[in-house]
């Protein structure tokens, strides 16, 4: 079971923070976005493209499950993967912490170039959209919530670790 899994939208962080809270706990970080794209051999947007949202949600729902049975260090969740009822049922009984970020933040550290599916058109609005629809569904899983607005990704690390009094392995 792993230690923590964090959960949240689009640049909340949940991959810089997660790399840096495994390492200063002296644990394995794993990312299901990472195990997605190695299982189907391409990155996330060409899946979106090629196969659609369906099949990615398909492969994502699986990663998940799989992530959560097997790892036991840091888990970061794509923001989307709490859409799935299974999945949010999986995530029951986990120590489970909601990086919240503004929109402004959200799109700084995303970029309105980017290469995220769901942020092709307009990806301000969309993202707001996205992060609206979602919010509860974070909020309503998580054991913590923290605010990383205007925060170091290595103190989003420090806070979630202290707050959840995590000691090094």
Do not use: W
């Not at 962080?13 to 390492?23: D, I, M, R, V």
């Not at 799989?66 to 986990?94: F, W």
């Not at 058109?121 to 205007?150: C, I």
């Amino acid at each position: 079971m792993p230690v923590v899994v964090l959960i949240g939208p689009p640049g909340s962080g949940k991959s810089t923070t997660g790399e840096l809270l495994a390492e200063r706990l002296g644990v394995a970080f794993r990312d299901t976005d990472a195990d997605v794209e190695q299982v189907a051999g391409k990155p996330i947007g060409e899946i979106f493209f090629d196969d659609g949202e369906e099949a990615f949600r398909a492969l994502e729902a699986a990663a998940v499950g799989k992530a959560l049975a097997e790892h036991e260090g840091v888990l970061s969740l794509g923001g989307g993967s709490i859409l799935d009822a299974a999945t949010r049922e999986l995530l029951a009984g986990h120590t489970v912490v909601y990086l919240k970020v503004g929109l402004d933040q959200a799109v700084k550290r995303v970029g309105l170039a980017s290469a995220r599916p769901l942020l092709v058109l307009n990806p301000r609005s969309q993202l707001r959209k996205l992060m609206e629809e979602r919010r509860p569904l974070y909020e309503g899983l998580a054991v913590l919530t923290v605010p990383t607005d205007d925060l170091e990704p290595g103190e989003v690390a420090d806070q979630i670790r202290a707050e959840l009094k995590l000691e090094s392995e």
